[in-house]
């Protein structure tokens, strides 16, 4: 089991930034890919980001592109997201997840084995 805890989100005006943290506990977290996804309400869960166990891979949603950077640090157990020039269309909760694969990262919820609680967050217009 990985236990996952998002902090970090809130409201914030358009064009300013958050960053997000995911700190995790239980299993070996160098052994995971770990993805961030949002869901803003009436829509499905979505891919954002995602990093692959060593962190040399990385890719992200082509919606956040150039806004929105991820990070780990394995040695404290952490995934970070930070949010750049956030729009409203950024609003939603945000999750982090935990992904078995080995072999570079994968953007499909169904894939993902351990889910945080998620963190809100709120763009002002």
């Known amino acids: 089991q990985v236990q996952l805890v998002e902090s970090g989100g809130g409201l914030v005006q358009a064009g300013g930034s958050l960053r997000l943290s995911c700190a995790a506990s239980g299993r070996t977290f160098s052994n995971y890919a770990m993805g961030w996804f949002r869901q803003a309400p009436g829509k499905e869960r979505e891919f954002v980001a995602a990093i692959s166990r060593s962190g040399w891979i990385i890719y992200y949603a082509d919606s956040v592109k150039g806004r929105f950077t991820i990070s780990r640090d394995n040695a404290k157990n952490s995934v970070f997201l930070q949010m750049n020039i956030l729009k409203p269309e950024d609003t939603a909760v945000y999750y982090c997840?935990?992904?078995?694969?080995?072999?570079?990262?994968?953007?499909?919820?169904?894939?993902?084995?351990?889910w945080g609680q998620g963190t809100q967050v709120t763009v002002s217009s």
């Open positions: 997840a935990a992904d078995g694969y080995g072999f570079g990262v994968r953007t499909r919820t169904r894939y993902y084995d351990y």
